[in-house]
């Protein structure tokens, strides 16, 4: 039995339970909380354990919190439990070697709020997240759930889209159209009937903000999606969920069913004889269906090809009726506008980009996750502040923004404020929200030629522009990559990404070319570099790649040796190695292990 003392008080441990969390074993600590807590005998353990959504400090999970003692335990495992149990739950006392020791100061940090990662967020779509139980509709109406909905029955369907429309709120799928604006569109259309869409088809490699809030509050979009509807007169809504996300799928299916049961949807909803419902759609597993018209073309049975758009949705969408689609992030901001008013939400961001933004933090840097800051906050606060700097402390050279479809930001701009206006002159996008950040190992031609590659297989070639001009483009940018590159090959580039960014019939296609563009934009002479002196100066382009090793650095560690997959460094301990070219297979693992920037990237091989 496990040694206690006589204090009793109520504790809440809170387990991250995302789908990243999950990854690293979390639902096996949260298991082993719920178990051992119960198997304790001759005491009543006032803890309750919860299972939540995703805390956001991905790279640190599994996250666990200890309430009200505002504890977090940082990379928990199964082993770790009898010991939390046994030291905080029953001894208040601390697992110091489970707190996060952070890198500069080397002091151990008890509370998630103390940590860089958190202090400079401001949450708004994520507040919930990390804090209640998805799978619990008590605990989303215990931090106010639903009482927007409340408020929202008590004003007019005028009312709530002028709140709306005077919050700024654009839409955070990537368009950042204003939303109220959307709507007022759609309520002005004579049909009586109207269509509620939640577009949660989040398909941009590196990013899982929608699948987040979908996973961790999956009530909040519910509560959204209804006030529109309200506001619209509308009785029929879809959830369109990425085919891969399982968890959030689960998530939204209990959420409505309990939504349902205690009359928050479906017919009569609060007594106020108005009925809306929600069907979930799985995606049909295509890129191109977060388009709007061509998801809308998936929900009616059809192939996921988008339409031109001489008429918007909010005027002919689903099944020919007035439809309103806001991505998952802009529903998770309604309840709040509603709530606590406009006034309050644009004191938040900028004059044209008021509110939060939800982003992926992935890459190159040390604190992956997820992160929510007001609108206006630099990349040089997200990435060095937020996200900790680079890992391994090596250069910061880009950061893709917007998805495969947007563009990458140098260095000299890391200053560049986030908001819709600023990247766009920047020749990128908001996108989504991803961020994937790059160091001086990372080749922007091959950066360049991952994303058209990715865009050209995701093309649903209905349109000769989109369909032909990405693989002419992905067909250079392939050559070039290979060392076959040749004089005129950038201004074909250029002139194809133009043609095909101005003659697309979808967004897809429209902002296909943002990789190309701002790559040769930005880093040019690393594409002169590719064609002209037949070298990749990250050393990522095998063909254009010969490694070496300067025996003047190299201080014999035999780390490079150590990692080496092709068993071709050679040399003694403590004495200058070099390397077999006939047996090196460029891999650059040699470049990521030496700590003594020994080896040298370039055209000339070592002995």
Known sequence: MMPINNYRESRQILVCCGTGCQASGSMEVFNAF??????????????????????????????????????????????????????????????????????????????????????????????????????????YIARDGYQALKKAFSMSALDIINEVIASGLRGRGGGGFPTGLKWLSCFKQQETKRYIICNGDEGDPGAFMDRSIMEGDPHTVIEGMLICALALGASSGYIYVRDEYGLAVNNLRQAIQDARDRSLLGHDIMGQGYSFDIEIVRGGGAFVCGEETALMASIEGNVGEPRDKYLFPAEKGLWGYPTIINNVETWANIPVIINQGAQEFTSIGTEKSTGTKVFSLVGKVVNTGLVEVPMGTTLREIIFEIGGGILKGRRFKAVQTGGPSGGCIPAD??????????LSKAGSM?????????????????????????????????????????????????????????????????????????????????????????????????????????????????????????????????LCKKNCPADCIIGELKEAHWIDINKCIKCGSCVDTCKFEAVVIGKEGGK
Not at 457 to 467: A, H, I, M, W
Not at 521 to 527: M, P, T
Request: glycine share 8%; hydrophobic share 35%.
């Open 430 to 558: 908001m996108g989504s929200g991803g961020l994937i950040v790059m160091d001086e190992r990372t080749c922007m031609v091959e950066v360049a030629r991952y994303y058209l590659n990715f865009l050209a297989g995701e093309s649903c070639g209905k349109c000769v522009p989109c369909r032909e001009g990405i693989r002419r483009m992905l067909e250079i940018l392939s050559r070039i990559c290979d060392g076959k590159g040749q004089s005129g090959d950038l201004e074909l580039l250029e002139d194809l990404a133009e043609t095909v960014r101005d003659a697309s019939l979808c967004g897809l296609g429209k902002t296909a070319p943002n990789p190309v563009l701002s790559t040769i934009r930005y880093f040019r002479d690393e594409y002169l570099a590719h064609i002209e002196e037949h070298q990749c100066p990250a050393g990522i382009c095998r063909s254009l790649t010969r490694f070496s090793i300067d025996p003047e650095k190299c201080t014999g560690c035999s």
């Open 413 to 422: 701009l890391l200053d560049l404020e986030l908001d819709f206006d600023s």
């Open 34 to 139: 719920k178990s051992q807590l119960r198997s304790i005998e001759g005491v009543e353990v006032t803890a309750s354990t919860k299972a939540t959504g995703c805390n956001g400090w991905c790279e640190q999970g599994p996250l666990v919190k200890i309430l009200p003692d505002d504890i977090t335990y940082c990379l928990v495992k199964v082993k770790d439990v009898p010991r939390i149990i046994e030291k905080t739950i029953l001894n208040q006392e601390i697992v110091e070697q489970l707190l996060y020791r952070d890198p500069v100061s080397k002091k151990r940090i008890k509370s998630h709020h103390q940590l860089n990662f958190y202090r400079k967020q401001k949450k708004i779509a994520l507040r919930n997240i990390g804090e209640i139980d998805p799978a619990s509709i008590d605990d």
